[in-house]
């Protein structure tokens, strides 16, 4: 973990709701792994006392790249961020996903949203290719499908609007796969996306009694395990504990997580 | 000429008078990777009950215009917990270290007191009677007279360390707070803690909070920090530690010439942890800029 | 739908719940250039005494991260100065004129409430115990149970027009002080005013404001008010004016959901002075888009 | 007075310290007269809830120049704006000078600092041409003298490291021409500066039995005479009476004003 100031290299738009924020960050960089994110501090955001936290997209050389959106007061200043401009950043951050798979498991991610952007980053260093399902309200929600085909990998879309890819939510063509594959299906899954689809991918998977790495979005303070603002409750050893998704997280394998009933957290 | 900032605050002698404070610091490690441990003024660490406590749901905290409000709800590990776990860690370091400490019950803030006497590596307890999200104990202490004057000398008869009472900033007349803590023991006060607050979503018209209300804290609560410091410093002899809404040296030097021998360095640790760091040395620059040899001359130093 | 605005408080009608809060908008003149003021739901003028006060020494004011420390002092040209100068103004407009005012004793508190007592274009009378910035009154007796009760009770004595205490936020138990105030006779209840502060110019070691102390007012204080009054709502009946740090129709349909009947908007006619009538129509277009046909159903409408 | 949001049109540097922000603000700028000052929302300062005050340096049909020095953090983030950015403007504000000078009377304008800038709309417009003294630390400090030569105004410099002019304060120079002038001296004094220069030149006036105009710089709030922040002790009709700055002022005739020893506002 390291504090670096870093210039922007490059701020380009990714669709038509999605930016992509390139910044030189030499250290940061070097030792990031895929499901890891950064903490950046929104400079232009004065009143603003908190940093805004971002999965790790792309690691090129000393350029580390995040995919973002714009939804509120951070993210809107961030886009007026220009080549040359500087960026505090805190990383790497948090645990990652595994980048081994067990031998004879095959990977499946699922993404819904941003969470394109960590699994983008966990297909490159994967030792073996696998499928992408990844979901979303309508066309223009679906990022980085051709970037995962170009690496080798399957991409099976599922719209909302049914506008790409089949109708409907991205669980369903998921299921339908499994089901083609008959009972010897031996999925790894590595997931990241809202809340629902996440919950609705460990239920599968317990029944399944596959693995599932899912990536958990909580509103954050510090980011490196101070502050316990983002903690979430998991089952280790038998026992409910509670940790926090900054630093034992954000990727938790999906049958150690206590789902809450009622939990405001989207 | 290199100004001397060494204090010795309720005893404790420390390099500087720059604090991390409670909740925002953890326990040490979480922020070793960034910030030299060895360079501050003493680490307050995070809130210790009796038994290990799980605080309230999420969400814990909300981002508002120059602060955040918390209700974290004083999770921890328990005394046990934190002297296994982190009490090695931070005796590897030259930092004083002070536990800040809470209970449901006076009887339970002694024996959490108790407890710390003699752990080796504990320099100093601060009591706080001051934290707006719980039900039990914090804030309600903190703002009544009796309820401080019975906490605060209950620790003092189970502990020889150093004791600092933590105070709450709502509260019509901190001066008697100051005294009824001095009074009872105190070797100093911290204040304040996070002022009680609340945000509302507009569109779900619930409260952003899962536990509704929660402390706010940041920058919007300096200027209210420093009158409560002025004040509390025209009540009491024992030294203050001022927190609350720095960012810089400047508001920290503001908090010394207001009456306070240290400050504490919150909410701006989220910002940039370097913070504390920034704070010991534009201080030292300001010193040798005024030609201020000591920083405790610094200390009370408001003209009026 | 076009959303119902219009509010009946404390007997006053008005167009919408929204108004201009007392020493922030002057007598009416001041804005009138650029604000019509028909289209407010009520002007709440300067503080007025019974004879003419200069205030404090200048400097009055400063900036501050998120807001800003008054201590203007209460300077206004006595009643009868304020009505031959600003009522045949203000009597010309189709606005609720509510007049703010204030006393060293309750005796005069009492009498400054007689002599509007049948002033015509006077709506009603905001009872300002809570000024941060003067020695006698003020503050003092805002934070002060009894003197509250004594105030209130001496006016509504001296009155047949509706009476609006306006509460001090430096208190720790604000449903205690909306409760005496309703037992005390007043028709309404508005908080906060500003917050007990203070600024040091680090470079001249010297208060900032020549009064030492000011009051914190703007967007720093806004979760700290929708905190106090969520609180008074469940302590009282009355209708609440919700008071601190609005600047635009976010803050007030906070503060409507946690339950006040109305709301002012302070500091921010500084910064925008168009800032109320935005927050009129921003209220109107919530209410459509959640499909609220009065505003009055928003007010307490918190869901837990 | 209106409430206008006009363009950048150009934003320049004025020697060292110096800059001029030229606006487009058609309405604001056909009803002001020299003396009067706009108020001006810093947006990028989000934190802030003041405005900051500037004199009208110059108005050119739609357009309207302030001429500023950045000396904290609102001037400071003046300066990052770029032609086309809108500014929010409050103005024309306060009352300003008169642009007449009673019969044989010779208008004499003395500044400091930023005074010039008043004083510089102030000489485009009086009917009659007179004499500048213009005094500041260093010759840095010393601005617009070719502007106002240029108008046909004689022009009489005092810095006070005698890099520019004359060495010493401005009121050496101003002293030894009225003695040059011996008894029959009738100067009109206009003058914006520091307290301090005003002070002398107001003991001046009042010895001489002079008019002198002078404009305060206070601390303001609302700038529109609302908020009593910027008040000023004047004697009017044999009484001491408190005036806002804002709203009576600036700009005051000297012999009104009562100066307060221990006035916190330098
Ligand atoms: C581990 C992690 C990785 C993330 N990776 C990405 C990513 O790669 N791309 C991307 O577009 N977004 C990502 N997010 C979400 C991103 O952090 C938020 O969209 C962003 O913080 C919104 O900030 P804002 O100021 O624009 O929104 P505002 O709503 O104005 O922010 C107010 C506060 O809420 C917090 N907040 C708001 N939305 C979220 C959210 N969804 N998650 C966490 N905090 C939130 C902000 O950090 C801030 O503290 C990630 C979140 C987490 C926790
Ligand atoms: C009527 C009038 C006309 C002025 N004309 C000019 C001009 O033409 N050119 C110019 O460069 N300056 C002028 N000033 C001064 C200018 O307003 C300040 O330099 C500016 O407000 C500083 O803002 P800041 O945020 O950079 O400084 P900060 O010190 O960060 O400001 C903090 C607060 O103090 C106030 N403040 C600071 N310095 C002054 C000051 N000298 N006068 C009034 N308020 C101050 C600010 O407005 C703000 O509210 C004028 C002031 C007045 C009252
Ligand atoms: C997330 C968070 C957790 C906190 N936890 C504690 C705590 O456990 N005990 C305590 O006494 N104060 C706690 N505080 C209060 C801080 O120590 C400090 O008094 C307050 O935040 C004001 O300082 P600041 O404005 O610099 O943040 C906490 C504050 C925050 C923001
Ligand atoms: C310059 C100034 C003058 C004020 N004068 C008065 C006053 O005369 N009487 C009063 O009751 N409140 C006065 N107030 C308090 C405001 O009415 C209001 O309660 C407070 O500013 C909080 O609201 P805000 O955050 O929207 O400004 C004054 C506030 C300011 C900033
Ligand atoms: S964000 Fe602070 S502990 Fe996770
Ligand atoms: S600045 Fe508000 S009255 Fe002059």
């Not at chain 2, 934190?82 to 004083?96: G, N, S």
């Not at chain 2, 002022?195 to 779900?204: G, V």
């Not at chain 2, 018209?205 to 410093?233: C, D, F, Q």
């Not at chain 2, 909410?267 to 030292?284: D, K, S, W």
Request: proline residues 6%; contains cysteine.
């Amino acid at each position: 973990m390291q504090l670096e100031t870093g210039n922007v290299v490059s701020h380009d738009s990714e669709g038509t709701l999605y930016r992509v924020l390139t910044l030189e960050l030499p250290n940061i960089s070097s030792n990031a792994v895929p499901g890891q994110f950064v903490h950046l501090r929104v400079s232009a955001l004065q009143d603003a006392v908190l940093r805004r936290p971002f999965s790790i997209y792309r690691v090129d050389g000393k350029n580390l790249s995040i995919l973002y959106k714009n939804v509120g007061r951070g993210t809107s200043s961030m886009c007026t961020l220009r080549p040359g401009d500087a960026v505090n950043v805190l990383g790497p951050l948090g645990n990652g996903f595994p980048t081994a798979v067990s031998s004879g498991k095959f990977p499946v991610l699922v993404a819904g949203g941003y969470g394109v952007a960590p699994l983008y980053f966990l297909a490159t260093r994967l030792p073996v290719k696998g499928v992408l399902f990844v979901g979303g309200a309508r066309a223009r929600d679906i990022l980085l499908n051709d970037r995962f085909k170009a690496l080798g990998w399957n991409v099976c879309i599922a719209t909302e609007d049914g506008s790409l890819g089949t109708r409907g939510r991205v669980t369903e063509p998921f299921d339908a796969w499994i089901q083609s594959l008959g009972g010897d299906a031996k999925p790894e899954i590595f997931a990241c996306g809202p809340n629902g689809m996440l919950k609705a991918l460990c239920d599968r998977a317990r029944q399944g009694g596959w693995n599932a790495w899912i990536s958990l979005d909580r509103h954050m303070g510090c980011g490196v395990g101070a502050c316990l603002a983002c903690i979430q409750r998991v089952v280790m050893e038998g026992q409910e504990v509670l940790v926090r998704v900054c630093k034992e997280g954000p990727v938790f394998e999906s049958r150690t997580i206590v789902w809450e009933d009622g939990n405001h957290e989207a | 000429m290199k100004p001397d900032l060494r204090i010795l605050l309720a005893g404790v002698p420390m390099k500087n008078p720059v604090m991390v404070a409670s909740g925002t610091f953890g326990y040490g490690p979480e922020y070793a990777d960034l910030v030299n441990l060895n360079q501050l003024g003493a680490i307050v660490v995070k809130g210790i009950s009796l038994e290990p406590w799980k605080g309230n749901r999420t969400p814990r905290l909300v981002e508002v215009p120059g602060g955040l409000i918390n209700a974290i709800g004083l999770q921890n590990p328990g005394v046990n917990g934190f002297i296994e776990k982190y009490m090695p860690f931070l005796r590897t370091h030259d930092v004083a270290v002070i536990v800040n400490i809470w209970g449901k019950t006076a009887e339970e803030y002694a024996e959490v007191a108790a407890r710390f006497d003699g752990v080796p590596g504990v320099h100093a307890l601060e009591i706080n009677i001051s934290c707006p999200n719980i039900k039990a104990g914090g804030n309600a202490f903190g703002t009544n007279l009796d309820a401080t004057r019975l906490v605060v000398s209950a620790v003092r008869r189970k502990t020889r360390l150093p004791i600092i009472p933590k105070l709450a900033p709502n509260v019509s007349d901190i001066g008697a707070f100051a005294r009824a803590c001095e009074e009872s023991g105190a070797d100093a006060i911290s204040l304040i803690n996070s002022f009680p607050a609340m945000a509302i979503d507009i569109e779900t018209r619930r409260p952003i909070l899962a536990n509704v209300t929660g402390g706010l804290s940041g920058p919007a609560i300096h200027p209210i920090a420093v009158k409560l410091v002025y004040e509390a410093a025209k009540a009491v002899k024992v030294p203050l530690v001022a927190i609350g809404g720095i960012t810089s040296a400047r508001e920290a030097i503001e908090f010394m010439i207001a009456g306070a021998s240290a400050v504490a360095v919150g909410t701006a640790n989220f910002t940039e942890p370097l913070t504390a760091i920034e704070v010991i040395r534009g201080l030292e620059e300001y010193l040798c800029r005024h030609n201020i040899p000591n920083v405790s001359d610094l200390v009370r130093s408001l003209r009026l």
